[in-house]
């Protein structure tokens, strides 16, 4: 907090510097015309008014800390930021490092996996079979609430299964929240839901 810090040190030098002038001069500094000037005149006025602009300067040093911290967070990259291009490219590692050691995914059409590890599994045995060849997300709503920031949208992917080469389109919804932490936003919470197949025709007509 370079500003606070700043105002600190103002301030204490504020309040030294009176006390130490009458010490030294009890009676004031003596002017030509026989003036003469105290460092704390009766009543204590300049050491309430140095602690009024110290708080002040404190204040809006603590402020502007505040709100410099809060610019930086939504600037900070997002999860989704960290997690689309290692999912293109099929790197369970690098997808595991997008979330929390303690985060909880929900894998479409299958169990909730929870930590590191399980993730890192999920993903690899997902990769196992598939490669994928673009991935899409369309952010419906962001919101930033100190250090923890929720994301709802869609997605598209679009996948190649390697033992067959045919390629398909998954398309769904998702849910998640992000923690700021180590100045990285990490998943905690990660639930993606593929969208239901489309109706029979003959449903479709009805």
Request: hydrophobic share 45%.
């Amino acid at each position: 907090m370079p500003l606070a810090g700043g105002a600190a040190a103002f301030c204490r030098l504020a309040h030294a510097f009176p006390a130490a002038l009458d010490d030294r001069y009890p009676d004031g500094v003596a002017f030509s015309g026989g003036a003469k000037f105290r460092a704390q005149p009766s009543g204590g006025r300049v050491m309430n008014v140095s602690n009024r602009i110290c708080a002040a300067l404190l204040l809006s040093g603590l402020v502007g800390w505040a709100s410099g911290a809060a610019v930086a967070q939504e600037m900070a990259p997002s999860a989704a930021d960290c997690f689309l291009p290692a999912f293109k490219s099929g790197d369970a590692d690098a997808v595991t490092a997008c979330y929390a050691e303690d985060a909880v995914l929900w894998i479409p059409g299958g169990p909730m996996v929870k930590g590191h590890a399980e993730i890192r599994d999920a993903f690899a045995d997902f990769f196992a079979d598939v490669t994928i060849k673009d991935v899409q997300i369309s952010i419906m709503g962001d919101e930033v609430m100190g250090d923890t920031r929720a994301s709802w949208g869609t997605y598209t992917v679009i996948r190649i299964d390697k033992a067959t080469q045919a390629e398909s389109v998954q398309r769904g919804r998702y849910v998640e929240v992000s923690k700021m932490i180590g100045g990285r936003w990490l998943y905690i919470v990660d639930h993606p839901a593929d969208d239901p197949p489309p109706a029979p025709e003959s449903e479709q007509d009805m």
